[in-house]
């Protein structure tokens, strides 16, 4: 049998719930050389039984004991990975059929190319359509990442060279994507496909406290980058608007309208293709319940698989 070309990183934490559908979703990639590393960070909803249960010869786990963050989690993933190319998802996504085998393409085609990321569609707990987000322009300077960040963090593949020169950093959590465009922005081959992808998650009942740590994370990063902004006065424009669009979210939120806000960033889809992309779901979450416990090969584990790294 081949080796592998891309190892698909899953860090899960508290995802039960959707990381059958998740697991599922893979099964139905039309590229097939890939394994997965699936890492739990200390879960407490069952995500761990999940992950225990995996009966799949392509699939590695490692149940964290300790509750590290996702960037550190990530770290681990690049670090026991062994193909040239690693495919992001988060664990509560799923992946479109056609994710992996366009992607791989692009690096074929180009043997420069460093990272290449994917436009989305949006679901919501329910596995119900809620439309295909917004792509902005790729942003190619540490200044536009500050002002619009980089490409949709869970769709990225990159090679794994380009993962261990460009480590997450722990601190602030809930801006380690950002963190990482405004470092590595300037100096990587980048190519962004409009082309949606992926399907990640959108809560309709809008997290107005989750929102707030983002946007306080956000202007720790403001302030760290400062230096790299376009003009001095950048850095207050970057904190007003941030500050801006917390208060407007929290009025909205206090009227309960917050929802239909952030639903702004997603597009209607066209009849055919909703039908196309329903089809495609159809297929990808039938039988989730059973597959995650089915009677397959158990994977060989490295020792180093089995405990904290």
């Known amino acids: 049998m081949l080796a592998p070309r891309v190892t698909i990183g899953i860090p899960c934490y508290n995802c039960a719930a959707h990381l059958p559908a998740l697991l599922r979703s893979l099964e139905w990639q039309t590229f097939n050389s890939w394994e997965a590393i699936a890492v739990d960070d200390a879960?407490?909803?069952?995500?761990?039984?999940?992950?225990?249960?995996?009966?799949?010869?392509?699939?590695r786990v490692l149940l964290g004991e300790e509750n590290l963050g996702l960037g550190a989690r990530l770290n681990q993933i690049h670090e026991l990975a062994q193909t040239e190319l690693i495919a992001r998802t988060d664990a509560d996504d799923l992946m479109h059929p056609e994710r992996l085998a366009r992607q791989i393409a692009c690096f074929d085609e180009d043997p420069d190319l460093e990272v290449c990321a994917t436009g989305t569609y949006t679901l919501d707990n329910r596995n119900r359509m809620l439309g295909v987000r917004r792509v902005p322009p790729l942003a190619r300077t540490p200044g536009e990442v500050l002002r619009r960040n980089g490409p949709s963090h869970p769709t990225?593949?990159?090679?794994?060279?380009?993962?261990?020169?460009?480590?997450?950093?722990?601190y602030p959590k809930r801006g380690e994507d950002l963190d990482l465009w405004v470092r590595s922005v300037s100096d990587s081959r980048i190519l962004q496909l409009d082309e949606p992808l992926h399907f990640i998650r959108e809560d309709p009942d809008f997290d107005l406290a989750k929102y707030r740590r983002s946007m306080r994370d956000h202007r720790v990063l403001f302030r760290r980058y400062r230096h790299l902004a376009a003009h001095p006065l950048s850095l207050w424009s970057l904190l007003l608007r941030s500050y801006g669009k917390e208060a407007v979210y929290a009025a909205l939120a206090a009227v309960g309208l917050s929802g239909k806000l952030a639903a702004r960033r997603n597009l209607p889809l066209a009849k055919l293709e909703l039908e196309e992309v329903e089809a495609i779901l159809t297929r990808i979450l039938s039988n989730t319940d059973g597959w995650a416990s089915e009677e397959r090969e158990r994977p060989v584990i490295p020792e180093a698989l089995t405990q904290e790294a």
């Open 43 to 59: 879960s407490t909803d069952g995500t761990a039984e999940v992950l225990r249960s995996l009966r799949h010869p392509h699939i």
């Open 156 to 170: 990225v593949t990159a090679r794994r060279s380009w993962f261990l020169k460009y480590p997450y950093r722990p």
